[in-house]
Nanobody
Framework: QVQLVESGGGLVQAGGSLILSCAAS??????????MGWFRQAPGKEREFVGA????????YYADSVKGRFTISRDNVKNTVHLQMNSLKPEDTAVYYC?????????????????WGQGTQVTVSS
């Protein structure tokens, strides 16, 4: 089994910054073999792709809505992945989830991911 635990959410004013972290663990889960993704879900909306990072950290992918404001990074020693969020907007308000695909290969669709964290709330006030 794979456990993903997000942290770092909170309330921030528009224009502010937050860093989300996701700690991964699992008896047979070798973190450095897996790409990781971040998704978010706002009330009444479908879960949407935010960004992803491949196993090495060399390749990163972002939704157009966050490109240039959000940055994904990972630490394969500490088994963590981070989402640095700058210039936050009220429309960024959502529950943010990290996810891992069983294949190890990242994608932009929810169904491409098999393991999910419980989510962390990010609220951006105007």
């Amino acid at each position: 089994q794979v456990q993903l635990v997000e942290s770092g959410g909170g309330l921030v004013q528009a224009g502010g910054s937050l860093i989300l972290s996701c700690a991964a663990s699992g008896r047979t889960f070798t973190f450095s073999n897996y790409g990781m993704g971040w998704f978010r879900q706002a009330p009444g909306k479908e879960r949407e792709f935010v960004g992803a990072i491949n196993w090495s950290g060399f390749s990163k992918y972002y939704a157009d809505s966050v490109k240039g404001r959000f940055t994904i990074s990972r630490d394969n020693v500490k088994n963590t992945v981070h989402l640095q969020m700058n210039s936050l907007k009220p429309e960024d308000t959502a529950v943010y989830y990290c996810a891992a695909p069983a294949t190890g290969r990242v994608g932009v669709r929810v169904y491409e991911y098999d393991y999910w964290g419980q989510g962390t709330q990010v609220t951006v006030s105007s």
